[in-house]
């Protein structure tokens, strides 16, 4: 186990767990994170975990940890590996099931006040309307060609369907498009699981939330984004649903196969890999570049929905019901990265892309604040073009629930100002406030070291969860 | 002998699975999955009457971790696709080359209330004692 010991403090937030930690290690792994949320940290194996991924072949200086990282399955999430293309690896579990799992904030032209009125109708209207939980099916059947578009074209897919409008495109990650994509190397299966869930929220802590701009933190940022104090925001938590699940489980047992064949060994099953430029590790990231633009149209999609749900809901009330997307980031990718001269692939598991200038999305947990950032250089030449991407988890889902039953917890936080929705009162118990991390801590680390600066700080209003 | 236990996990679910025997782990693993998609701490084997079993096969594996990683996710998607919780288990056959065979059977008054993503390899090593056969398998949800 990584104790306190093992780590070399290195900068105000930032530790470093040297290679020499662990036979094995190829390169050293570096902690961003506050003492407070470090004592946090240590309460489980995120720090091994993260200590396991400096062996994969290719591993680039250093591996990281972000501040919300918390212990997952394989990789931490809050984890960052990046490998070299040239001689490294690419791996389907750090990158984790639900790729492309992602943020995507959205901006009315008017302060939440003005509808204050209306604002149970608009839950209520969300939750109807946005399929979520278990088995939820989408507004789409997708027949195999268009299937096969949306793996392709993503955003841009549900765009020219009329689920939005081209300027969104303009407004994430990759224009909505994610490149190297190929439709053929996702499984029959994973398709199959994916052909009626677009548009679809899924369960556990995804989420749809109605937010206030509470305060502005960066005024000049804020007005290029468009952002003012009081305004009625919207967040989505979504991601690939089960064709990204399916699609890491069919190329996590393919790498496991092909590992002996490359000579390769991982000191944890669920970080099988297979060299980047192999049949193995070609076809895996042309899939999970698929599954990447199914996440972005899935996303698109419920764009969609919440703009009708609040144009019925402040229909009369409001007169300009415009919506913009003000930016979306993916949480479990991997993508091509320059790096001094070198051509890399950045896993982020449970870990934000940034580049400088641009906006990134930090959610809280519900019931709690989240945060509108832009990147910074300093991301990008520190941290592989990556920052936090949460609070982060600090307790059980079990634990959780032993603390708080979720009809009570929606009492509360309606007791707060905060409606709730939800088709699972258990799964809302397992996503209480208390069972994250304090998400200004994580702002706070992020701030300090540079990695991003803080632009707006959104309170919720209502959430429906999965 | 089958038996199954949720073990605490920060984020996910890790449920450690008891058998006597291989076929034993794989239908331990069936309950769990039934028990948590359902939020129960537990699930005795049970067959709702009247209704036919789902076919199940899965894809041989290198080890015994491999084929009980890839059951299960077999099992998950059957699960998901079909709509389906299998509140017991009977396995025909396995083996690392042919893969598992097995019929599971659905109960119909059951509706899943998580969705479960995946069985995942995460320290996972199955392990022989005097009772039997152990695992702790690791589920994204």
Redesign the interface.
């Given at each position: 186990m990584v104790t306190r010991n093992d780590l070399k403090e290195r900068a105000r937030y930032v530790y470093e767990i040297p290679k020499s930690f662990r036979e094995g290690m190829r390169v050293s792994a570096r902690v961003y994170a506050s003492p407070e949320l470090m004592e946090q940290i240590f309460?489980?194996k995120?720090l091994d975990q993260l200590v396991n991924t400096a062996m994969l072949p290719g591993v680039v200086e250093p591996v990281i940890a972000m501040p919300d990282i918390?212990?997952?399955?394989?990789c931490p999430?809050g984890g960052v590996v990046a490998t070299r293309t040239a001689d490294g690896v690419i791996s389907p579990?750090v990158t984790?099931?639900?790729i492309n799992c992602g943020v995507r904030l959205l901006a009315t032209q008017v302060e939440a006040e003005a509808i204050r009125e209306r604002q149970q109708t608009l839950v209520d209207l969300l939750f109807t309307q946005i399929p979520s939980?278990?088995?939820g099916r989408g507004p789409i059947h997708l027949s195999e060609g268009d299937m096969n578009a949306v793996l392709e074209r993503g955003a841009e897919w549900a765009v020219k369907r009329g689920y939005g409008r081209k300027e969104d495109l303009a407004r994430i990650e990759e224009g909505g498009v994610a490149r190297d994509a190929r439709a053929d190397a996702v499984t029959p299966?994973a398709k199959?699981?994916g052909r009626d869930e677009l548009g679809t929220l899924?369960?556990?802590n995804h989420f749809v939330e109605v937010q206030r701009v509470e305060r502005i933190l960066n005024p000049d940022e804020a007005e290029r984004l468009g952002l003012f104090p009081g305004q009625l925001c919207f967040m989505i938590h979504s991601g690939s649903r089960?064709l990204g699940?399916?699609t890491?489980?069919d190329y996590?047992?393919l790498c496991?196969?092909a590992m002996?064949r490359h000579g390769i060994r991982v000191p944890?099953?669920?970080l099988?890999c297979a060299p980047f430029h192999s049949a193995e590790g070609q076809d895996y990231y042309h899939a999970m570049r698929a599954a990447t633009n199914y996440a972005f149209a899935n996303r698109q999609v419920l764009t969609h929905a919440i703009r009708e749900a609040w144009d019925q809901a402040a229909v009369g009330l409001v007169k300009d019901r415009d919506v913009r997307v003000v930016y979306e980031v993916g949480h479990n990718v991997a993508t091509l990265f320059e790096h001094e001269g070198e051509q890399l692939l950045v896993h982020r598991k449970g870990a934000a892309r940034t580049e400088a200038g641009k906006p990134l999305i930090i959610p809280g947990s519900m019931g709690t604040a989240s945060y509108l950032l832009v990147g910074t250089e300093k991301a990008e030449r520190e941290a592989f073009g990556t920052c936090a991407h949460g609070a982060g988890?600090?307790?059980?889902?079990?634990?959780a629930k032993k603390q708080v039953e979720g009809h009570a917890l929606r009492e509360q936080l309606e007791a707060q100002g905060i409606l709730a929705r939800t088709?699972?009162y258990?799964?809302l118990a397992e996503e209480a406030p208390f069972a994250y991390k304090d998400v200004d801590a994580v702002i706070r680390v992020v701030d300090t070291t540079g990695l991003a600066r803080p632009v707006a700080r959104l309170v919720p209003l209502a959430v429906v969860k999965? | 002998m089958t038996q199954f236990a949720?073990v605490?996990?920060?984020?996910?679910?890790a449920i450690r699975l008891r058998g006597a025997e291989f076929a034993d782990l794989l239908r331990a693993g069936a309950l769990g999955i039934a028990a948590a998609?359902t939020?129960q701490e537990t699930l005795a084997p049970r067959r709702a009457p009247g209704v036919a079993p789902r076919r199940i096969v899965a894809e041989g594996?290198?080890d015994e971790?491999?084929l009980l990683?890839?059951f299960l996710?077999e099992l998950l998607?059957q699960g998901?696709?079909n709509?389906e919780v299998y509140t017991d288990l009977e396995v025909q056959a396995y083996s690392l080359a042919e893969g598992v065979r097995a019929e599971a059977y659905p109960d119909p008054t059951l509706?899943?209330?998580?969705?479960i993503?995946?069985a995942?390899?995460?320290?996972?090593h199955i392990t022989r004692g005097p009772d039997g056969l152990e695992a702790t398998v690791?589920f994204?949800?």
């Open positions: 309460s489980d995120s918390h212990q997952g399955y394989g999430v579990g984790g099931y639900d939980g278990v088995g299966r199959q699981r899924g369960s556990g089960g699940h399916q890491c489980s996590v047992n496991r196969r002996p944890d099953q669920e099988a988890r600090v307790m059980s889902r079990s634990q088709k699972s258990a799964g999965g | 949720f605490p996990h920060t984020a996910d679910i998609a939020d594996a290198p971790e491999g990683v890839t996710n998607f998901e696709t709509g509706t899943p209330t998580r969705s993503k995946a995942t390899y995460y320290d996972l690791v994204d949800v």
